[in-house]
């Protein structure tokens, strides 16, 4: 394959075991993942995030935000500093922010406060969002519907419904396709890879996270970006190729890489 790839959702700046980083990259470089998105999730950890990103710039690209999950770490002053790194030009996106109803006990209040705070943001200083929607899926549309952010984003993992899906791409938004395609018991999510134009994904790892079928109880890697376009290509009965060249034409388009 000679189309570069795009690992569009990986959290290299989380620490796995010593050595991890330094080979997830080389190994990334070793199967043309040209470009790895980083998130963040949590403000104290941005700096680091930014670091990194300078260390590699041609390689990784940051992404700021505050995670729903983290909720119980952010504060006020997190989202006057994420405006000001927004402003310096300190990230490509918004991310990773949304809504996340799953988690025992959720502060919905609290969520809602902050990804709408995160979503103003984007809006004004034209930025696409990375989003991690968890049961939350219709209410994440509804403010997408108030908001109307120019640049759309990307929804992480998606795993709504067709109809959640379509409603998203109407918003200028892309579906992450990431590890969960690996499995076959994910019959819904193979069944929208299979059906929905081939513009409508971008790929993604979320390493060390999400492990594929065959990585299980492994820290995933960004390199494992490949073998996720492989299943797509399969899934959809086109080469590998073609699905390299317009998961990574539309990353590149959506993120302004």
């Known amino acids: 394959m000679t189309v570069e790839l795009i690992d569009t959702h990986c959290h290299l700046d989380f620490p796995v075991f010593d050595g991890w980083r330094d080979k997830a990259l080389s190994d990334a470089k070793a199967a043309n993942v040209k470009q790895i998105v980083v998130p963040g999730v949590v403000a104290k950890d941005w700096a680091g995030l930014l670091g990194l990103c300078r260390e590699q710039e041609t390689a990784l690209k940051p992404v700021l935000g505050l995670h729903p999950c983290f909720l119980y770490q952010h504060r006020e002053q997190d989202l006057e500093e994420l405006e000001r790194l927004l402003a310096c030009g300190g990230a490509i996106a918004v991310g990773e922010i949304g809504l996340d109803f ?7 209040e609290g969520q809602l406060y902050f990804f709408e705070s995160q979503l103003k943001l984007a809006a004004d200083y034209k930025l696409p969002v990375l989003l991690h929607v968890r049961k939350a899926h219709d209410q994440v549309l509804k403010l997408l519907r108030r908001y109307r952010l120019p640049r759309g984003g990307i929804v992480h993992a998606f795993s709504g419904s067709e109809q ?9 938004f892309k579906l992450g396709l990431g590890g969960s395609l690996t499995y076959e018991r994910a019959k819904k999510l193979r069944r929208l890879a299979q ?62 890489l």
């Open 164 to 172: 959640q899906a379509e409603h998203y791409l109407t918003l200028g």
């Open 102 to 108: 799953f988690i025992p006990e959720p502060d919905v």
């Open 195 to 256: 059906t929905l134009p081939l513009a409508s994904f971008v790929l993604e790892t979320d390493a060390p996270d999400i492990p594929l079928s065959d990585y299980r109880d492994q820290p995933n890697e960004p390199c494992r970006v490949l073998e996720v376009a492989q299943v797509l290509a399969e899934l959809r009965g086109i080469s590998l190729d073609q699905v390299a060249e317009q998961t990574t034409a539309t990353a590149k388009a959506l993120l302004d």
